[in-house]
């Protein structure tokens, strides 16, 4: 006969220890478990808004009509400075010099940097280290120093301060962000793609245009883009050898100590929507390389 069988146990499932180890975590616990899973993401956020929110002051402003001189603080909105960004003197005249000077010294300190860059990193001469040192330079002081040296230089050499010695400050000034970004660039190049260029018969301007300029391009753009965004920029060293030359931040920094016109805030708003355009195109173009 067959032995009887035995009552099957219940399942772990449904004893109250197994139902117990199954309950959901509290509300507070699951909010600190997600803290910190996204603790950098919240924090690179922060740190977004808080360098954003001048800009949307900047911006809420440009709409302002203010009662007095200052245009701080709010009174109605109205869209006169934008109908009219250049209603105050001397506003756009200051405005299209700094881009002027901002694009000369780009040009300029692209120019050398990119050469003197090409120079550090593939070659090696005497007093190179010295070099390396003296392009660090500008980056490392403050710019009242190099701003006084240069002012100094001009004027024992007896040249007029304007537009020429703004354009050479800014140029001298820019140069070494150019250098380090063409540089860094450079470095991180496989010297093997120019041997396959050579080995394929190409002459050194060849190889320069189709392989190492191509390259290289990434670092010199940024360093361009660096260094008009610094020229334009500036104040303290175009303080120092302007002269009677006023440039758009030495118009912004003169206007508010009479009264800080809409229109500025209009010209920065312009800006940084025009900045915020070329960073979203250029990361469009970047996707649409990649995927191609």
Same mark, same amino acid.
């Given at each position: 006969?067959?032995?009887?069988?035995?009552?099957?146990?219940?399942?772990?499932?449904?004893?109250?220890?197994?139902?117990s180890?199954?309950?959901?975590?509290?509300?507070?616990?699951?909010?600190?478990?997600?803290?910190?899973?996204?603790?950098?993401?919240?924090a690179?956020l922060a740190?977004?808004?808080?360098?954003?929110?001048?800009?949307?002051?900047?911006?809420?402003?440009?709409?302002?009509?203010?009662?007095?001189?200052?245009?701080?603080?709010?009174?109605?909105?109205s869209?006169?400075?934008?109908?009219?960004?250049?209603?105050?003197?001397?506003l756009?005249?200051?405005l299209?010099?700094?881009?002027?000077?901002?694009i000369?010294?780009?040009?300029?300190?692209?120019?050398?940097?990119?050469m003197?860059?090409?120079?550090?990193?593939?070659?090696?001469?005497?007093?190179?280290?010295?070099?390396?040192?003296?392009?660090?330079?500008?980056?490392?002081m403050?710019?009242?120093?190099m701003?006084?040296s240069?002012?100094?230089?001009?004027?024992?050499?007896?040249?007029?301060?304007?537009?020429?010695?703004?354009?050479?400050?800014?140029?001298?000034?820019?140069?070494?962000?150019?250098?380090?970004?063409?540089?860094?660039?450079?470095?991180?190049?496989?010297?093997?793609?120019?041997?396959?260029?050579?080995d394929?018969?190409?002459?050194? /301007? *060849?190889?320069?245009?189709? @392989?190492?300029l191509?390259?290289?391009?990434?670092?010199i753009a $940024?360093? +361009?883009? =660096?260094?008009?965004?610094?020229?334009?920029?500036?104040?303290?060293?175009t303080?120092?050898?302007?002269g009677s030359?006023?440039?758009?931040p030495?118009?912004?920094?003169?206007? /508010? *100590?009479?009264?800080?016109? @809409?229109?500025i805030?209009?010209?920065?708003?312009?800006?940084? $929507?025009? +900045?915020? =355009?070329?960073?979203?195109?250029?990361?469009?173009?970047?996707t649409?390389?990649?995927?191609?």
């Amino acid at each position: 006969m067959p032995a009887p069988s035995t009552p099957s146990t219940p399942r772990a499932a449904n004893t109250p220890r197994a139902a117990s180890t199954r309950r959901a975590p509290s509300p507070l616990t699951a909010l600190t478990r997600w803290l910190r899973r996204n603790l950098v993401v919240l924090a690179g956020l922060a740190t977004l808004a808080y360098l954003i929110l001048p800009n949307v002051v900047v911006l809420v402003f440009s709409f302002n009509k203010p009662n007095g001189r200052f245009n701080y603080t709010w009174q109605r909105f109205s869209t006169d400075a934008w109908t009219d960004p250049c209603g105050v003197a001397d506003l756009c005249g200051s405005l299209s010099l700094s881009l002027r000077i901002a694009i000369w010294a780009t040009v300029g300190a692209t120019v050398l940097g990119t050469m003197i860059a090409f120079a550090l990193a593939r070659y090696r001469f005497r007093a190179r280290g010295a070099v390396n040192s003296l392009i660090f330079m500008p980056m490392a002081m403050p710019e009242v120093v190099m701003a006084a040296s240069l002012a100094t230089l001009f004027l024992n050499m007896g040249v007029d301060f304007g537009f020429w010695t703004i354009l050479i400050a800014h140029i001298m000034f820019c140069l070494s962000f150019v250098v380090t970004a063409v540089k860094a660039r450079v470095m991180s190049m496989d010297p093997r793609l120019e041997q396959a260029a050579q080995d394929l018969y190409a002459s050194p /301007a *060849q190889t320069f245009l189709r @392989v190492t300029l191509p390259i290289a391009a990434p670092g010199i753009a $940024a360093g +361009a883009l =660096l260094s008009f965004a610094l020229s334009f920029d500036d104040f303290i060293i175009t303080n120092f050898n302007a002269g009677s030359t006023v440039t758009f931040p030495m118009f912004v920094w003169g206007s /508010a *100590q009479r009264g800080t016109p @809409v229109q500025i805030n209009v010209i920065g708003t312009a800006m940084f $929507a025009l +900045a915020v =355009l070329c960073v979203l195109v250029g990361q469009l173009a970047g996707t649409r390389r990649k995927r191609s």
